[in-house]
T-cell receptor, first 118, second 116 residues
Framework: DTGVSQDPRHKITKRGQNVTFRCDPI?????LYWYRQTLGQGPEFLTY????????KSRLLSDRFSAERPKGSFSTLEIQRTEQGDSAMYLC????????????????FGEGSRLTVL | AQTVTQSQPEMSVQEAETVTLSCTYD???????LFWYKQPPSRQMILVIR????KQQNATENRFSVNFQKAAKSFSLKISDSQLGDAAMYFC?????????????WGAGTKLIIKP
């Protein structure tokens, strides 16, 4: 396993178009997170899954954003009717969390998918 | 709500020298975790070092060490013998031990430049 992979690495689209990003986590990891990162800022949480269940979604997340993890493995993040403000790096991270034991839940990140909306 | 502050947008250091990156946080909790992540240009973010708040001993990973001051809510990262490969954005992050979502709260980052 080579780590978390994201596809595509770069996407340029016109305003109003839909885009979809894919994330393949580390195979034994049960949690998968999506973040958005703009230049000069730390990652901003979007949503996360435990297995196939979407457990939390940021209140700031527009309803144009939807994410799925249908079989508890890979995940997709779709942005509908893109706007210029959606231009950012979209990061995926995975981790393994077991029960309620003291587990730091270290995140392993992919290289990100950079979106440019013209 | 917890916050994480990195007051140095950019730092530079001569290769082979030592540099310290600052991080402060605000929380009313007593049990939490602190992290430093490194994000090289066009590469993925990786964990550099972690600290459990209940541990008094400062964490160390090879050339990387932290100065954890719980009362002062300070968590600085010291990089010794700086190398060109250390050039990156460094992010400080906080996680509550009570949060089952394992949510990280991130600082804005510090860009570290290594001068050859």
């Amino acid at each position: 396993d080579t780590g978390v992979s994201q596809d595509p690495r770069h996407k340029i689209t016109k305003r109003g178009q839909n885009v979809t990003f894919r994330c393949d986590p580390i195979s034994e990891h049960n949690r998968l997170y999506w973040y958005r990162q703009t230049l000069g800022q730390g990652p901003e949480f979007l949503t996360y899954f435990q297995n196939e269940a979407q457990l939390e979604k940021s209140r700031l997340l527009s309803d144009r954003f939807s994410a799925e993890r249908p079989k508890g493995s890979f995940s997709t993040l779709e942005i509908q009717r893109t706007e210029q403000g959606d231009s950012a790096m979209y990061l995926c991270a995975s981790s393994f969390v077991a029960g309620v034991t003291a587990n730091t839940g270290e995140l392993f990140f992919g290289e990100g998918s950079r979106l440019t909306v013209l | 709500a917890q916050t994480v502050t990195q007051s140095q947008p950019e730092m530079s250091v001569q290769e082979a020298e030592t540099v310290t990156l600052s991080c402060t946080y605000d929380t009313s909790e007593s049990d939490y975790y602190l992290f430093w992540y490194k994000q090289p240009p066009s590469r993925q973010m990786i964990l550099v070092i972690r600290q459990e708040a209940y541990k008094q001993q400062n964490a160390t990973e090879n050339r990387f060490s932290v100065n954890f001051q719980k009362a002062a809510k300070s968590f600085s990262l010291k990089i010794s013998d700086s190398q060109l490969g250390d050039a990156a954005m460094y992010f400080c992050a906080y996680r509550s031990a009570e949060d089952s979502n394992y949510q990280l709260i991130w600082g804005a980052g510090t860009k570290l430049i290594i001068k050859p």
